[in-house]
């Protein structure tokens, strides 16, 4: 694959309606992340335990994108410096290179997994049983008791991945994705 420096604007501007279906998704999932997290009194305000310090693989083209398209934004002293913390990233499996003093630098552009991580979730794939996943260690914690609000992830992969498969038709990419938001921007 090609680095980021070799990605050009026009390229990134192709992409816009593709780019406007995920802010969609992202609004759904927010939306619906919010509801869940309220039913509990759940509120992310920091830990030691911090999900951008959790060693994430992505696996969307059109979050990659989105990300450079965010990352392309920004200063170019902000990209430098964030690039410089990816390449240590990358190296040591640390502290997410778009956290920058315990903020999403590219809050807005950040991927699904981060959107989704902290409550307690379920995924129905056809023919095989629910998948049921624990909340963070916050959340444990605080409501690891309670009864279980259901935030299902399914629709929200489906229509990722049938976002995903229509940009990869599009472009002609056949690879599968999986990279760290480090991974990202270095390679
Ligand atoms: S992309 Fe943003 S929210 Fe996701 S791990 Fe990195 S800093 Fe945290």
Redesign the pocket.
């Known amino acids: 694959m090609v680095s980021i420096n070799e990605i050009p604007e026009s390229f990134l501007h192709e992409l816009m309606p593709f780019f406007e279906r995920l802010e969609s998704i992202y609004f759904s999932i927010d939306k619906k992340y919010t509801k869940v997290a309220d039913q509990y009194g759940f509120k992310c305000s920091g830990c030691d335990d911090n ?2 310090m ?1 060693h ?1 693989y992505h696996h969307t083209y059109i979050e990659y994108f989105y990300i450079i398209m965010g990352f392309k934004l920004l200063s170019r002293d902000l990209r430098k410096d964030i690039l410089i913390q990816a390449e240590v990233v990358r190296k040591k499996s640390d502290m ?1 290179p ?2 920058i003093k315990d903020k ?4 807005k552009q ?2 699904m997994i ?1 959107r989704m991580h902290g409550v307690p979730h379920e995924l129905n794939k056809p023919g095989i049983p629910t998948h049921y996943g624990e909340g963070c260690k916050l959340f444990m914690e605080q409501h690891g008791n309670k009864d279980c609000f259901s935030f299902d992830r399914t629709p929200f992969y489906f229509e990722m991945a049938r976002l995903e498969n229509e940009l990869k038709d599009k472009i002609d990419l056949k690879d599968k994705f999986k990279k760290t ?1 480090a991974q990202m921007l270095t390679r």
């Open positions: 999900c951008c959790t994430f997410c778009l956290n999403c630098i590219l809050y950040r991927p981060c938001v």
